[in-house]
């Protein structure tokens, strides 16, 4: 098997189908997270605690399915590093539960949030400083509160972080290579972003906290959302797809109805979402809309977006009815109840992906795969259902596809005249900085050589801290 060739033909019916155009088929890009270990052998406590071994899952699935994308490790988070730094809001499969059951996330009780009420105002004035300062000694069980002595346990959990942070980042290098060399088999993203609001919900707040700020103090949430929006925007630019052909993975949780009212969604999560959705098509990434949930009161919202700058995921929504509101504009992707997936009959699989073939994908612009994350209790019978389904009712008529464009999105006229967060207030440290040149040069003597050469080495390894701070943030 020419597994080169494969990789380009499955990456070009990809990007095809992402750029809402009519590839040779229906590309099917399954995330897949526990299924993966269920499918090799493996128990969820191995796949979580030792991510080479969900790496040789995802492989292995990748190899024996006709896919043609995959998330390279789709149980992201690896629990050697959260147990490093002792992270407190994660239940770790094998430790206090059972080793079969995913990794679950702990939201704390309301009174110990990870940020206080009182505290928008240091959160709004600097968000790395807060995050370093005041929510990562919180969150994490080994560190010391600023002021308290410091202990030898606070340095492992700092140092021990950033180097188990460094070997799992640079092992997805390796992972991505070989997907391609084994399997022919392309990433299917590429960056991490989540909104502002939902930051403050999953991470700082809490879902409770923060319903009862939006009573009480809804100026001072709107402000905080403004401060992390350029800063979250940084993260998603800086670990995007340098060829700018898979989109970046945006997780929504927590901003659709019913958690929030439709007033609540016009008033915060829009306004701080959509400038940054809108740079990150300005500099030519498009951006999946994972859309946890059902945020079908929202699609006339999400259609106000450049045509193509996203790829819209369905989950608890109603297929057929997103695709009657979005598809003339966008990709879509999912649909497929996990539910079916799980506890139907393989002819219930076939025949309702048939369906979404069908009339969804009719004209392109489709990604096969569930509504959500499919973890063990997926059946695998139904999995090759599935991918049999959409092989067999997903050809179309049409050649083979070729690119329109040399590059994808390039001179795409939607990206014309975007504002994006141009303009947008500016926090006290900027995104990406953590002791910024201006101040460190203060404290250095005099620079007898070359000052740019200095000024640029500092600066690369600045931004090494603040990379590991908003990643602990937005990925684990």
Not at 75 to 89: K, S
Not at 273 to 299: R, S, V
Not at 367 to 379: E, G, H, K, R, V
Request: hydrophobic letters at 40%.
């Amino acid at each position: 098997m020419d597994t080169e060739k494969l990789y380009q033909e499955r990456l070009r019916r990809y990007v095809a189908a992402m750029r809402h155009e009519q590839p040779d088929m229906i590309p099917i890009r399954p995330f897949v997270a526990e299924f993966t270990a269920k499918y090799a052998g493996y128990t969820c406590q191995e796949v979580t605690h030792d991510f080479e071994k969900a790496f040789e899952a995802a492989r292995i699935c990748a190899r024996d399915f006709d896919w043609d994308a995959i998330v390279p490790n789709m149980v992201y988070v690896w629990t050697g590093l959260t147990q490093a730094m002792g992270l407190r809001y994660y239940g770790i499969p094998g430790i206090g539960m059972p080793p079969d059951t995913g990794f679950n996330y702990i939201e704390p009780p309301e009174d110990e949030a990870f940020m206080r009420a009182d505290e928008y105002d240091a959160l709004i004035e600097d968000p790395t400083g807060f995050l370093y300062n005041v929510w990562f000694p919180r969150v994490c069980a080994e560190a010391c509160r600023i002021g308290d002595p410091c202990t030898y346990r606070n340095n492992l959990a700092y140092v021990k972080g950033g180097m188990a942070m460094l070997h799992y980042f640079h092992s997805f290098g390796r992972q991505i290579a070989l997907m391609r060399s084994e399997c022919g088999t392309p990433s299917a993203i590429a960056g991490i972003f989540k909104a502002p609001f939902d930051i403050i919900a999953d991470k700082l707040r809490g879902y409770v906290g923060l319903t009862m700020d939006m009573h009480e103090q809804p100026d001072k949430v709107l402000k905080a959302c403004e401060a992390l929006a350029p800063h979250l925007c940084h993260v998603g630019l800086t670990t995007a797809d340098p060829e700018k052909k898979l989109p970046i993975g945006f997780w929504m949780h927590r901003g659709c109805v019913p958690f929030i009212t439709p007033a609540q969604f016009k008033s915060h999560y829009w306004p701080t979402l959509k400038p940054i959705i809108e740079e990150f098509w300005k500099n030519g990434y498009q951006t999946l809309f994972y859309a946890e949930g059902n945020w079908n009161a929202h699609l006339d919202d999400f259609a106000t977006l450049p045509e193509r700058s996203m790829v819209y995921h369905v989950d608890r929504a109603d297929i057929f009815e997103v695709h009657r509101k979005l598809g003339h504009r966008f990709c879509l992707s999912g649909g497929i109840p996990n539910v079916l997936l799980s506890y139907g009959k393989p002819e219930e699989v076939r025949q309702f992906c048939r369906k979404v073939a069908q009339e969804v994908a009719r004209d392109g612009g489709y990604i096969a795969d569930a509504s959500a994350i499919m973890q063990n209790d997926t059946s695998i019978e139904n999995m090759r259902a599935f991918t049999q389904a959409f092989r067999e009712y997903g050809q179309y008529s049409g050649p083979a596809y070729t690119p329109s464009l040399p590059e994808p999105h390039r001179d795409d006229p939607s990206r014309q005249g975007l504002r994006g967060l141009e303009g947008w207030p500016v926090t006290r440290r900027r995104p990406g900085v953590c002791l910024p040149w201006e101040d460190k040069v203060k404290e250095l003597p005099e620079i007898t050589g070359d000052a740019e050469l200095v000024k640029r080495i500092w600066e690369m390894t600045d931004s090494f801290g603040n990379l590991f701070i908003w990643q602990v943030l937005l990925s684990f």
